[in-house]
């Protein structure tokens, strides 16, 4: 007997839950790693020039503009406040308009500011420019990644973003001896005309041909998107499971979130604070240099391993950021006479430092999912950048008052609560 379409057998069909799994199979590359790449651009150049090379310009510039340091370096707490008031709205932009369009054309904003900065002769002009600045970077550096990331992935979220956020360290490191070369070679105005030229002509046209707003725009689902069935799509493919950004500033939840996102950045400029407290303890510059980089190294590290482990354990995450910068600060306090306790609490305490992104960023979508995410996450980064504008000058005044060894203790403290106010919101979330 024949069998199939003449014997009315029913055609096979294919399960809405296992069509993105086939179609994932058979593609070599999901587009979601290209977009990884973008935000790594993004981190890697545009945050890493403007935030981990700004320091190699403090001196030359402004002995060139005849002031003081400090002075100068104030464009720098403009850029941090101008950032904070933007992310709201940028976070409405977001859901609103492409972000294609929007990270291409800030990339290219940032480009011509950097340029402009090769052309001014009175500090004022460089406060105008860091006003400027932040609020390129409010999409560039507090959206960007988290937005892109939560959108184009399922599964492997954590581990991307920590792959994105470590991206800036590395860009740091790169660019730092460019632009050294550079400003010795050709003076610094030479260095933000290179740095302007690289935002304008390689990153904002590489994230304009590159960049997509949704996996839909592909015709894809997210990477990972087969292997759960209970999420909801909008139309424009868009994920509508998670807490409406109306129901989450109802929430308390919200706010505890804003305060864990507000001690983690916090607490991470204490990071500033070591290598004094190193060669207060009669340890050389050279050591005191090799301390901070332990720190870097445990905020790369812990960037990528951070991220693995909230793909499958969110909760194990926040132990894990906390219990490392409590551990580091400990080691800290009580290995002052000896350098390994000293580089390892500084290694540990990297972990702390890597969570502020890392783990602000996962924590928040645990609790409130990724219906409303980006502008839910712009809101809980004023936190973030606010954290960061008040901490760094109030350790400052702590430490003169009463020591840099209390600093760290109310450092620990500060961790201690962050470990009980994220598992408490992941319980009740």
């Given at each position: ?6 014997t009315g ?18 593609a070599?590359i999901?587009y979601a790693y ?5 935000c790594?651009l993004?981190m890697?150049i ?5 935030f981990?090379c700004?320091g ?6 402004s002995s060139?503009?005849?002031v003081?340091v ?8 403009v850029m941090y406040v101008?950032s904070?008031l933007?992310?709201p709205l ?5 859901e609103?308009?492409s972000?294609?369009?929007l ?12 340029i ?12 105008v420019a860091g ?5 390129t970077?409010s999409?560039?550096l ?5 937005t892109m990331?939560?959108?184009w992935?399922?599964?492997k979220?954590?581990?991307m973003i ?5 991206a ?7 660019f730092?001896p460019i632009?050294?070369r550079?400003?010795?070679e050709w003076g ?5 005309a ?7 002509c390689?990153?904002a ?7 997509r707003?949704h ?6 689902q ?5 292997e759960s069935?209970g999420?909801?799509k909008a139309?424009g493919g868009?994920v509508?499971t998670g807490?409406?950004?109306?129901a989450?500033?109802k929430s308390?939840l919200?706010?505890?979130l804003?305060?864990f996102?507000?001690?983690?950045m ?5 990071n500033l604070?070591i290598p004094?407290?190193?060669?207060a303890?009669s ?7 090799l301390?901070?980089a332990?720190v870097m190294?445990g905020?790369t590290?812990?960037?990528?391993v951070?991220g693995?482990v909230n793909d499958?354990?969110?909760a194990?995450g ?5 219990g ?6 400990a080691f800290l306090?009580t290995?002052?006479?000896a350098?390994w306790l000293?580089?390892g609490?500084?290694?540990?305490f990297?972990w702390a430092?890597a969570?502020?992104?890392v783990q602000t960023a996962?924590l928040?979508?645990?609790?409130f999912?990724q ?5 839910i996450y712009s809101?809980?980064?004023i936190?973030?950048?606010g954290g960061?504008?008040?901490a ?5 005044l702590?430490a ?13 403290a500060?961790?201690?609560l962050c470990?009980?106010?994220g598992l ?6």
């Amino acid at each position: 007997m024949r069998i199939g379409k003449e014997t009315g057998d029913a055609p096979a069909t294919v399960s809405p839950c296992e069509a993105p799994s086939t179609s994932r199979k058979s593609a070599k590359i999901h587009y979601a790693y290209v977009i990884v790449a973008c935000c790594c651009l993004m981190m890697g150049i545009n945050v890493g020039l403007s935030f981990s090379c700004a320091g190699i310009f403090y001196q030359p510039v402004s002995s060139a503009l005849g002031v003081p340091v400090g002075e100068f370096g104030i464009y720098m707490s403009v850029m941090y406040v101008t950032s904070s008031l933007m992310l709201p709205l940028a976070g409405r932009m977001l859901e609103r308009y492409s972000a294609r369009m929007l990270f291409g054309v800030n990339s290219a904003v940032m480009g011509l500011i950097f340029i402009a900065m090769s052309l001014f002769h009175n500090v004022w002009e460089f406060y105008v420019a860091g006003a400027l600045m932040g609020v390129t970077l409010s999409f560039l550096l507090y959206l960007s990644f988290p937005t892109m990331v939560n959108r184009w992935f399922h599964s492997k979220v954590g581990l991307m973003i920590g792959i994105c956020s470590a991206a800036s360290g590395i860009g740091g490191m790169l660019f730092n001896p460019i632009a050294g070369r550079i400003i010795t070679e050709w003076g610094w105005r030479r260095g933000y005309a290179v740095f302007g030229l690289i935002c304008l002509c390689v990153v904002a046209p590489l994230l304009w041909i590159l960049l997509r707003d949704h996996p839909s725009d592909k015709g894809l689902q997210p990477y990972g998107a087969g292997e759960s069935c209970g999420e909801k799509k909008a139309a424009g493919g868009a994920v509508t499971t998670g807490m409406t950004y109306a129901a989450a500033v109802k929430s308390p939840l919200f706010y505890a979130l804003i305060l864990f996102a507000f001690l983690m950045m916090g607490i991470s400029t204490l990071n500033l604070f070591i290598p004094g407290y190193v060669t207060a303890h009669s340890f050389t510059l050279e050591q005191a240099s090799l301390t901070a980089a332990m720190v870097m190294a445990g905020v790369t590290l812990g960037k990528l391993v951070l991220g693995w482990v909230n793909d499958h354990n969110c909760a194990l995450g926040v132990v894990l950021t906390t219990g490392c910068g409590i551990g580091g600060l400990a080691f800290l306090l009580t290995g002052a006479g000896a350098l390994w306790l000293i580089l390892g609490g500084a290694f540990l305490f990297g972990w702390a430092y890597a969570g502020v992104t890392v783990q602000t960023a996962m924590l928040t979508r645990s609790v409130f999912g990724q219906r409303d995410y980006s502008r839910i996450y712009s809101i809980i980064s004023i936190a973030l950048a606010g954290g960061g504008a008040i901490a760094s000058g109030g350790w400052g005044l702590l430490a003169d008052a009463a020591g840099t060894p209390v600093t760290f203790i109310c450092g620990i403290a500060g961790l201690l609560l962050c470990l009980l106010i994220g598992l408490v919101s992941l319980r009740r979330s």
